[in-house]
């Protein structure tokens, strides 16, 4: 069965998302280990109100969509 250039689309913001919430986990759960002393769940717990804010999901989708249509746009020229 083969995919349609939207599925896959949604499929690597999907995946970009990911590994940015991922990343950004690995960043609070560091610096709350560092600073606070608190442990892994106290850090779950801050990553998950920042993950879920609508302002933190829509900035990121919005750089997502904007870096995929520039490299769309520029194509095969690099």
Do not use: C, E, Q
């Not at 995946?15 to 960043?27: E, G, K, M, T, W």
């Not at 610096?31 to 608190?38: E, G, H, P, R």
């Not at 998950?48 to 900035?59: A, E, M, N, Q, W």
């Amino acid at each position: 069965m083969p995919i349609t250039p939207l599925l896959k689309r949604a499929t690597d913001v999907a995946i970009i998302l990911a590994v940015s919430a991922a990343i950004a986990f690995l960043l609070i759960a560091g610096s709350n280990s560092l600073v606070a002393k608190t442990g892994v769940w106290k850090s779950y717990a801050v990553w998950l109100g920042f993950i879920s804010r609508p302002d933190i999901i829509v900035t990121s989708l919005l750089a997502i969509i904007v870096t995929m249509a520039v490299s769309n746009y520029h194509g095969d020229k690099r």
